[in-house]
């Protein structure tokens, strides 16, 4: 099949601690895998992206590595700040015309 | 850039009245998507256009939804009689031909009561 599954959340975590949101992926190819962030009352944002196997996407201290052999992109940040606080999206590529397929997200809230 | 602009930002009406909900994409993107996004259902993909020709219009929940593309740098999502169970925030989002991420708009947020 093509789907995207991440881990449910809410994943509450206190500031500057580590930040792991797992998602993996069916595909019979490798798509690009994205991760999108979305904050309260906003649209979504692309957060980073990886394009082949073993590519590393960053951004914002946030990192995910395209696993090919465990079919998953996992999302990781060092230390989260409150401002972290979103929903975060994993999605493939699928298709042609940019066609993506989301996960369901992950409700990320860190507290002081 | 000014990204992909909706309008409008929020809209609240009555059940059985016609909602129209607009979308302008990023200019030189030739590929546009409406979305739905609820607690219940997530975020869903009602259909999308490639260079103004709609693809796939299978995620369109029932023939009260209608979508067009008039030209490039336009589109509309229709749902008339609108339904309670339609509320729900709805985003466009475009692409270009490469490099395949979509940028989202802000959404409309709307509310059938």
């Known amino acids: 099949g093509n789907s995207v599954t991440q881990m449910e959340g809410p994943v509450t975590l206190s500031e500057e601690a580590f930040l792991t949101i797992n998602c993996t992926y069916t595909?019979?190819?490798?798509?690009?895998l994205f991760w999108y962030v979305q904050y309260p009352g906003e649209g979504l944002q692309l957060l980073l992206k990886a394009t082949k196997a073993d590519d590393k996407g960053s951004n914002k201290g946030f990192e995910a590595t395209y696993r090919k052999e465990t079919t998953s992109f996992h999302l990781e940040k060092g230390s989260v700040q409150v401002s972290d606080s979103a929903v975060y999206f994993c999605a493939r590529a699928f298709g042609g015309y940019n066609k993506l397929i989301f996960g369901a997200g992950t409700r990320l809230a860190v507290h002081p | 850039d000014a990204g992909v602009i909706q309008s409008p930002r929020h809209e609240v009406t009555e059940m059985g009245q016609e909602v129209t909900l607009r979308c302008k994409p990023i200019s030189g993107h030739n590929s546009l998507f409406w979305y739905r996004q609820t607690m219940m259902r997530g975020l869903e993909l009602l259909i999308y256009?490639?260079?103004?020709?709609?693809?796939?219009d299978s995620g369109m929940p029932e023939d009260r939804f209608s979508a067009k593309m008039p030209n490039a740098s336009f589109s509309t999502l229709k749902i008339q009689p609108s339904e309670p169970r339609d509320s729900a925030v709805y985003f466009c989002?475009?692409?270009?031909?490469?490099?395949?991420?979509?940028?989202f708009g802000p959404g409309t947020r709307l509310t059938v009561l």
């Open positions: 595909a019979t190819g490798y798509p690009s």
């Open positions: 989002a475009s692409s270009t031909k490469t490099g395949n991420e979509q940028f």
């Open positions: 256009f490639n260079n103004n020709v709609p693809i796939d």
